[in-house]
């Protein structure tokens, strides 16, 4: 089932003091809704499906109205994790796709499942993170919530992002966690492909970030190979991947030793 659309303005809340109110037009057709009228000569089992088919899109449009009311009472008839629809969205996907902080806290103390993937195979960490969410992306992460995707696609979103100058794309999938060296299919890595577009600037973003030049691709070339011609771009690795942690075991070795640094 289909969400309302954006512009359907009798399903938009009307606020006064902070307080959710309707207008005379909504409340005619929510009374013909609650008549239930509709339903009449249809089993028990029909009418059953067809309100558990509707609760979820109300939910989910509650969330982006940001109304907690109207959302209390419709999780009061249907379970947080049972409240999906067709798309198999639960309104925890659409809080985080907001960045609306209030609603995610709202929604896991329901006990809304932060795991549940959608139709997509999208989970609301990835909501939060392809939206550009990051006060979202970091709320969740302090709660220990991952995005759980596989490594190679968190890579090959991550190198578009690069390829792309996306910023708050990348410091998103920084904040949820992920390995900033995650590989794709060639085992190529963010800072693989800063380094082959000369983007000073985003690998002192990526180095930031934590990716490293160390890890090598199906070809054995590290992106420290791949610099090897371009001075300034070396002088961004010296002398601390040079000398110091010229290998990825040894930078694993001294972030473990400087850990409580």
């Known amino acids: 089932m289909q969400r309302p659309a954006k512009g359907d303005d009798i ?11 309707r207008d005379k037009k909504f409340l005619q057709r929510l ?3 609650l008549k239930l009228q509709w339903l009449h000569g249809k089993s028990v089992e029909i009418r059953k499906s067809l309100i558990d088919r509707i609760i979820p899109s109300f939910a989910c449009r509650a969330v982006e109205n940001n109304d907690f009311i109207s959302l209390r009472v419709l999780l009061e008839k ?40 959608n139709r997509f195979g999208n989970c609301p960490m990835y909501m939060a993170i392809k939206n550009r969410q990051c006060h979202a992306v970091k709320l969740l992460s302090l709660k220990g919530v991952t995005v759980r995707l596989q490594t190679v696609r968190i890579a090959m979103e991550m190198i ?19 390995d900033m060296d995650a590989k794709d299919y060639n085992e190529r890595t963010v800072m693989h492909e800063a380094v082959y577009l000369g983007d000073k600037s985003m ?13 090598r691709d199906v070809w054995g070339q590290t992106a420290m190979d791949n610099a090897q011609n371009d001075t300034t ?15 990825k075991q040894a930078y694993l070795l001294f972030k473990a030793e400087h850990s409580h640094i």
């Open 11 to 21: 399903f938009r809340p009307i606020i006064i003091d902070g307080v959710v109110v």
């Open 31 to 33: 009374g013909k809704v």
């Open 160 to 178: 578009q992002a690069v390829q792309n100058r996306d910023y708050p794309l990348l410091y998103a999938w920084f904040l949820s966690g992920v």
């Open 233 to 247: 771009i070396m002088a961004l690795f010296e002398p601390f991947f040079t000398i110091r942690c010229p290998t």
């Open 203 to 215: 690998i002192c973003r990526l180095l930031g970030y934590g990716a490293t030049p160390l890890e």
């Open 78 to 117: 249907m379970d947080a994790n049972s409240c999906k629809t067709y798309d198999e969205f639960t309104p925890l996907h659409t809080a985080c796709e907001l960045g609306n902080l209030e609603m995610i806290n709202f929604l896991l103390s329901k006990g809304a499942s932060p795991h549940h993937k």
